[in-house]
């Protein structure tokens, strides 16, 4: 059964950092392109950034470029979210995803499993 938990979320000031993790069990994990989604409240799913199997192709969102930071770590079925200068706009439920194909991409349906999330708040 294929497992992702994340954790690390919490409440953080403006400006702030905060580093989640996703650890992965019950795949392959260096088979798998990995993602990071978020979602506030009355708003879609949007993607955060995503990272190839092997972490050499990473694709981040225009919202997150250069405060954000993803790395993966294959032989701990990891994927870790580096958050800083955090904004309020950066509030949501965070989730990590896992995608069969080579690169990750922004669309959520191409992603074959997903986590329960973790709760990131930035106070103002």
């Known amino acids: 059964q294929v497992q992702l938990v994340e954790s690390g979320g919490g409440l953080v000031q403006a400006g702030g950092s905060l580093r989640l993790s996703c650890a992965a069990s019950g795949l392959t994990f260096s088979s798998y392109a990995m993602g990071w989604f978020r979602q506030a409240p009355g708003k879609e799913r949007e993607f955060v950034v995503g990272?190839?199997?092997?972490?050499?192709?990473?694709s981040y969102a225009a919202a997150v470029k250069g405060r954000f930071t993803i790395s993966r770590d294959n032989a701990k079925n990891t994927v870790y979210l580096q958050m800083n200068s955090l904004k309020p706009e950066d509030t949501g439920l965070y989730y990590c995803?896992?995608?069969?194909?080579?690169?990750?991409?922004?669309?959520?349906?191409?992603?074959?499993?997903w986590g329960q999330g973790t709760q990131v708040t930035v106070s103002s």
């Open positions: 995803a896992a995608d069969r194909n080579i690169a990750a991409v922004p669309a959520a349906a191409a992603y074959d499993y």
């Open positions: 990272i190839s199997r092997t972490g050499g192709s990473i």
